[in-house]
């Protein structure tokens, strides 16, 4: 008789080197995971860069190795910027600034004024100076009230006639402030310095919308009594300089203070 043959099972699947090369390979793939994320992206960066190589603009600084069927369509599209390079021709930004805007247009401000006192002979009564808020007239006591008062003079009319010629030819906010000394006023009409340098601010404002039909919405009012000194009080002449009205002419586009 004939022996059998015993057919051994074959298992099938990978060799044995397959496997241990596949765990290599995963714990490689985990490795950089971690790496990635551990990492930071610049996200604008990132977005910068694959907007060039969408673009094909990195490309376009190198000659292609590959000769082209029409060269001469692609040197006109050259031409004709059609693959310009944002990072050849940059944007160019602007150099000067919202504050040096600013502060060319109160330079402009000052010199018309200085132009206008000096034409109508008001350097001996008026003196105009520059601040961070614009341009400030400032008039004295004497050129329009009489002490104590707030009704203006005759004598100071032309003076502010010609200051509302001057707020005719620009389009500024306006604010008008009182100033006091502090030697003290107590009577029927002004209780305190805070009323007298009010209702000063308040005569000036009036004379000069009646006078040149001039847009109430402009101007402001504020009288600050003698809290803001020009200079001590200790003197009759220091007395005299801080008795005074303050015309501003504010920065353009700047609404009145509230």
Request: hydrophobic residues 35%; aromatic residues 8%.
């Amino acid at each position: 008789m004939r022996r059998r043959r015993v057919r051994r099972s074959q298992k099938g699947g990978a060799p044995k080197w397959m496997v241990t090369y596949s765990d290599m390979v995963t714990l490689i793939l985990v490795f950089f995971i971690l790496l990635f994320s551990f990492s930071q992206i610049d996200l604008v960066k990132f977005e910068a860069v694959s907007e060039s190589f969408r673009n094909r603009m990195i490309f376009d600084f190198y000659p292609s190795p590959i000769p082209m069927e029409n060269p001469t369509q692609s040197s006109s599209h050259q031409e004709k910027g059609d693959n310009s390079n944002e990072f050849q021709t940059p944007t160019l930004k602007k150099d000067t600034t919202d504050k040096d805007q600013q502060q060319d247009s109160l330079s402009q401000l000052m010199n018309n004024v200085e132009n206008f006192l000096n034409e109508h002979g008001l350097n001996d009564v008026v003196s105009a100076n520059r601040t961070e808020r614009g341009v400030v007239l400032v008039l004295q006591e004497r050129v329009l009230f009489d002490s104590g008062e707030a009704e203006i003079l005759d004598s100071g009319k032309p003076f502010l006639n010609e200051i509302g010629t001057l707020l005719l030819k620009i389009p500024n906010h306006v604010k008008v402030e009182g100033h006091t000394d502090n030697r003290p006023i107590s009577n029927y009409r002004y209780p305190s310095n805070w009323e007298l340098s009010g209702a000063r601010a308040g005569s000036v404002i009036r004379y000069l919308m009646n006078k040149n039909d001039l847009d109430e919405s402009r101007f402001s009012v504020a009288g600050y009594g003698d809290t803001r000194p020009l200079v001590p009080n200790d003197s009759a002449a220091n007395w005299s300089q801080n008795r005074r009205v303050e015309i501003v002419i504010l920065e353009e586009n700047t609404e009145p203070e509230t």
